[in-house]
């Protein structure tokens, strides 16, 4: 069975990525024939050993019957890539609110305790067992800090890297479109 999954993806791709891309365009798939049955069912003929222009000219054929021309093809495959676009732009939105919240937030705790631990150095040595802990609280908010921010350009990374091959994708598809059809 081609799923939405299976029919952009490709090795070293992150699954997570993936799955929330592919989910995407399944919500937003556009009633009737389009570009994404159409690349389904390019998708399904490959599997059958039929080679690219052999498989893009029976999808089309049978697309056909039912009133898709190529244009219609060509004018989905867009919409489908703009939708793609428009998650990208609201992932990059999300990795920002992450950021604010995982790193900036921890960043400016960092710097509040390291102003109240010079504050308390003037102050007398009973004081020294407080400093202590506001020290410990900022190594910790500083190794969590660089973990998060690790995490958030790994999975940046991953993301974009997905993206790519799924804008490759329909661009081949969009392509071939032209070329085959």
């Given at each position: 069975m081609v799923t939405t999954k299976s029919i952009f993806a490709a090795e070293g791709l992150d699954e997570r990525s993936l799955e929330f891309l592919a989910s995407a365009i399944e919500k937003n798939n556009l009633p009737g024939f389009d570009y994404y049955e159409f690349k389904r069912a390019v998708v399904a003929l490959s599997q059958m050993k039929l080679d690219e222009p052999t498989a893009h000219k029976s999808a089309f054929t049978t697309a056909a019957t039912v009133?898709?021309?190529?244009?219609?093809?060509?004018?989905?495959?867009?919409?489908?890539r703009n939708l793609v676009e428009k998650e990208r732009e609201q992932?990059?939105?999300a990795l920002e609110n992450q950021n604010a919240v995982k790193?900036?937030?921890?960043?400016?705790?960092?710097?509040?305790?390291?102003?109240?631990?010079?504050?308390?150095?003037a102050e007398i040595a009973r004081l020294q067992d407080e400093i202590g802990g506001y020290?410990?609280?900022i190594?910790?908010?500083?190794?969590?800090?660089?973990?998060?921010?690790?995490?958030?350009?790994?999975?940046?990374a991953a993301f974009e890297k997905t993206h790519k091959a799924v804008l490759l994708h329909i661009d081949k598809d969009i392509e071939n479109m032209h070329k085959y059809l």
């Open positions: 009133g898709v021309t190529k244009e219609k093809l060509i004018e989905s495959a867009t919409y489908y992932f990059d939105k790193i900036t937030a921890r960043q400016e705790e960092a710097k509040r305790l390291r102003d109240q631990v010079e504050r308390h150095k020290l410990n609280q190594d910790q908010a500083e190794a969590a800090s660089k973990l998060e921010s690790e995490k958030l350009e790994k999975a940046k």
